[in-house]
């Protein structure tokens, strides 16, 4: 799911926990984690909102959350921000941060 400025609010009023992805088309460790995140968001569909978000097309949103380098991935609880991986990181990693959202 992409998410940008456009949808992140309506999605973040859902009350859901949720992934961000923030990523780039011209980073090489993005393209690495990409897939991952989209198993992770198919396994964890209706409980966690999971998606990415382009660096590039949603300035404001990158801005917001402070994002500096990518990949980027925050988690959000209860609409803060509770955890975040930077760099390329495993499905392990990344899963055991998406359970502690439960």
Same mark, same amino acid.
């Given at each position: 799911?992409?998410?940008?400025?456009?949808?992140? %609010?309506?999605?973040? =009023?859902?009350?859901? &926990?949720?992934?961000? @992805?923030?990523? =780039?088309?011209? +980073?090489? &460790? +993005?393209?690495? /984690?990409? &897939? /991952?995140?989209? #198993?992770?968001?198919? #396994?964890?569909?209706?409980?966690?909102? /999971?998606? %990415?978000? @382009?660096?590039?097309? =949603?300035? @404001?949103?990158?801005?917001?959350?402070? /994002?500096?380098?990518? &990949?980027?991935?925050?988690?959000?609880?209860?609409? #803060?921000?509770? @955890?975040?991986?930077?760099?390329?990181?495993?499905?392990?990693?990344?899963?055991? %941060?998406?359970?502690?959202?439960?």
């Amino acid at each position: 799911m992409v998410i940008n400025e456009d949808n992140y %609010k309506e999605l973040a =009023a859902q009350g859901k &926990p949720m992934v961000l @992805d923030f990523w =780039a088309t011209w +980073c090489g &460790p +993005c393209k690495k /984690i990409g &897939p /991952i995140i989209e #198993e992770l968001a198919s #396994e964890y569909e209706g409980q966690v909102i /999971i998606g %990415k978000v @382009d660096v590039e097309e =949603a300035e @404001d949103l990158t801005a917001e959350f402070g /994002i500096r380098n990518v &990949p980027t991935v925050i988690f959000i609880k209860n609409g #803060e921000v509770v @955890d975040k991986s930077v760099g390329a990181a495993t499905k392990a990693v990344l899963e055991e %941060k998406v359970k502690a959202l439960l």
